[in-house]
């Protein structure tokens, strides 16, 4: 029996909740579980379309009113505002979209009181709406809908692409799934999706590009772990990781989970004896139920990968995988509350984090490994700029000729990259350092 869709006044309120709590600095992953069930798919849709418009949407509510209401009446207000205020990309008609916002205020006691001053706003603005979009076009933060101080450094880090990364941010991004060749190889796979009728192309080396998104439990081979969901971009970690190695080699992943890319390095090398380590004992779960569905074999630990006296038994690494925690400027187009919920500090403290990982491991490399450093971010503090101080102070380390910088969507790379030209990918920086064979033995007692 299926079920009629609940109104979308409703919606629209789950929605406006979950801009609300991005704007308390809650993350979309936490508020969304707490949506009722019926409302989550529709509520997280409007939700992350509203947060790729928020900045035009607060800009149009401050010419509308220039105080604004209470926190729950003004998420409301900007919420249909971010909705409707580009006719031709809005979900719904925008006079219902209008009409849905007003109905929500009333059907909450804590935005009835504004129900009439949002219902004033909303209705001036489908009046007098291309004139005021006008009116805003002149804010940086209203046009990008980002962080005026996201725009500066992206300008200051890119002064060719800063414009195109912002579009990609604010796109919808593609599904890409990552075959897992341990099981099935991508031809037969490419079958079995064309049975369910999704049409896919292929995508650098083992990836399947879908005609558009579905959820996962839509498409046919997910518990059977024939694929996982991975961007096309994050797809090149393990070839990195594992090229040249021998089938046995002892490899550390770092910052494992959810585990996506130790996955997939045991299903290039499953003899490998792989090591996956993540600060977080909940997001070790994660690795675990991962490397079970995709029949992967590592040993997964809860610890600081710095701290190694603390999980190190002293012998070292044929190769290591440093995905570091990071901005993730790279993956907004997926996470479209990341750039409302940073603040610019955020950017040096996470260098500085991404400096003491590095310095801490590569100790534990052996002489001629390679240690594969990677973060989803644009920011060129996160990645090149992290690389050349490291190799300004570390002679035993050589840069080997890699990625570099991947923009988001199709955009320009700042290095070679092996595979994936074609493809539409999230930001990333990818740089693979070689320990030097000459260099000092690493230290063999914990
Ligand atoms: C970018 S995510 C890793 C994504 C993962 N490699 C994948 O492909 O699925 C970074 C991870 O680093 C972990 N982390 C942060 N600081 C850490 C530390 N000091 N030691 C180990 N893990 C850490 C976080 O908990 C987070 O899960």
Redesign the pocket.
């Known amino acids: 029996m299926t079920h009629p869709a609940p109104p979308l006044w409703r919606q629209l309120q789950a929605a406006a909740a979950i801009v609300a709590g991005v704007r308390r600095g809650e993350s979309t992953a936490t508020t969304l579980p707490r949506v009722a069930q019926d409302l989550r798919a529709g509520a997280q849709a409007l939700a992350f379309h509203a947060l790729r418009h928020l900045g035009r949407a607060e800009a149009l509510r401050r010419l509308l009113a220039r105080r604004a209401p209470p926190p729950d009446a003004d998420a409301l207000l900007c919420t249909a505002l971010a909705l409707s205020w580009r006719e031709e990309a809005a979900p719904y008609p925008p006079f219902t979209l209008v009409d849905q916002a007003v109905e929500a205020a009333k059907r909450s006691a804590e935005t009835r009181p504004q129900q009439a001053f949002i219902n004033a706003c909303l209705r001036r603005f489908l009046r007098e709406r291309d004139a005021l979009v006008a009116a805003t076009d002149a804010d940086p933060v209203a046009r990008w809908n980002h962080p005026r101080w996201w725009i500066a450094r992206l300008r200051h880090d890119w002064p060719d692409a800063w414009e195109a990364i912002l579009e990609a941010n604010n796109a919808q991004p593609p599904l890409t799934l990552r075959v897992n060749t341990h099981r099935i190889s991508r031809g037969p796979l490419q079958e079995l999706l064309a049975v369910a009728h999704i049409a896919s192309t292929p995508v650098g080396r083992y990836g399947l590009l879908l005609d558009r998104s579905r959820p996962v439990d839509a498409i046919p081979g997910f518990a059977d772990g024939l694929w996982s969901v991975?961007d096309a971009g994050?797809q090149l970690?393990a070839g990195l990781v594992t090229a040249g190695l021998p089938p046995t080699a002892r490899i550390l992943?770092?910052?494992?989970?959810?585990?996506?890319?130790?996955?997939?390095i045991g299903e290039l090398l499953p003899k490998a004896r792989l090591l996956a380590?993540?600060?977080?004992p909940r997001?070790c779960e994660r690795?675990h139920q991962?490397l079970q569905r995709l029949g992967v074999h590592a040993e997964v630990r809860a610890?600081?990968?710095?701290?190694t006296r603390g999980w190190w038994d002293g012998e070292p690494f044929d190769a290591i995988?440093l995905?570091?925690?990071?901005t993730?400027s790279g993956i907004v187009r997926r996470h479209p509350d990341v750039r409302w919920l940073r603040r610019e500090s955020d950017v040096e403290q996470l260098a500085a984090?991404q400096k003491?990982?590095l310095t801490a491991l590569w100790p534990l490399l052996k002489p001629g490994g390679h240690l594969v450093y990677c973060?989803?971010s644009v920011f060129r503090a996160e990645g090149a700029d992290q690389m050349a101080a490291f190799l300004a102070h570390n002679s035993a380390a050589v840069l080997q000729p890699g990625p570099g910088h991947l923009m988001p969507g199709r955009g320009e790379v700042g290095g070679t990259l092996p595979d994936n030209q074609e493809s539409d990918h999230d930001g990333f920086f990818y740089a693979v350092l070689q320990k030097s064979a000459l260099d000092a033995p690493a230290r063999q007692e914990p």
């Open positions: 991975q994050a970690a992943d770092a910052c494992a989970a959810p585990g996506g890319k130790t996955a997939h380590l993540d600060v977080d997001r690795i991962n610890a600081d990968a710095a701290d995988l995905d570091a925690p990071c993730a984090e003491r990982l973060t989803c």
